[in-house]
């Protein structure tokens, strides 16, 4: 039997008692949205930090269920608005937590410039953020192929990169096994993922 996915960042539940503080933040945003920055700020301080049994961080489902909260808070006409002041005024813990809260947003292809800005840098958390659900749902074939090799380049786990199997097509497969190509060439390591990958294609059952 295939397990349940884990939930998303905005899905997660925290403790009982992180929860309970979580929800004053909450309610906080809800009233005046214009409050986010303030409540992202102080997310870590009131929750704490570390591991959440799901798999997220405590302080990244916090941070993201506030990004949800003024959002929603604001109906559709405001929230894509909030999703990207949020994004743009944070710093990479804020970024992340508007990259994990996209998926569970009705935003449907607005939020792209952000994933597309995340992928474009080096920062290895926010990458892996970007490429969740909400790439996979939204981001072009291409675009999407590239946060691929990207993830490949800074080290992360393609377990990051949601609905991988149902996404990669022979393109893909053909990037992937010409960075491998030229990484065995230069005698370079090839990572793990990546050679994971090429024996998973058609032609390697």
């Given amino acids: 039997m295939t397990?349940?996915?884990?939930?998303?960042?905005?899905?997660?539940r925290l403790a009982s008692g992180a929860e309970a503080r979580l929800e004053e933040l909450i309610t906080e945003v809800r009233r005046d949205p214009g409050r986010l920055s303030r409540a992202v700020a102080r997310a870590a301080r009131v929750v704490g930090r570390g591991p959440n049994p799901d798999g997220h961080r405590?302080?990244?489902?916090?941070?993201?269920?506030?990004?949800?909260?003024?959002?929603?808070?604001?109906?559709?006409?405001?929230?894509?608005a909030v999703v990207e002041d949020a994004y743009r005024t944070g710093?990479?813990?804020?970024?992340?937590?508007?990259?994990?809260?996209?998926?569970?947003?009705?935003?449907?292809?607005?939020?792209?410039?952000?994933?597309?800005?995340?992928?474009?840098?080096?920062?290895a958390r926010l990458v892996a953020a970007a490429m969740g659900p909400y790439a996979a749902a939204h981001l072009q074939a291409?675009?999407?192929?590239?946060g691929v090799l990207k993830c490949l380049f800074v080290g992360i786990p393609l377990t990051a990169v949601a609905d991988l199997e149902h996404r990669r097509d022979a393109e893909l497969d053909r990037m992937v096994a010409a960075y491998a190509a030229e990484r065995e060439a230069a005698g370079r390591e090839v990572p793990p993922d990546a050679r994971a990958l090429l024996d998973r294609?058609?032609?390697n059952p």
């Fill in 58 to 80: 405590v302080e990244d489902v916090a941070r993201a269920r506030l990004v949800a909260a003024a959002a929603e808070a604001t109906g559709p006409a405001g929230a894509s």
């Fill in 91 to 123: 710093d990479a813990d804020e970024r992340r937590a508007v990259l994990l809260a996209l998926p569970d947003l009705d935003l449907a292809a607005a939020a792209l410039p952000l994933v597309e800005d995340a992928l474009r840098t080096n920062d």
């Fill in 3 to 12: 397990p349940d996915p884990a939930p998303t960042a905005t899905r997660a």
């Fill in 142 to 146: 291409e675009a999407w192929r590239h």
């Fill in 201 to 203: 294609t058609p032609s």
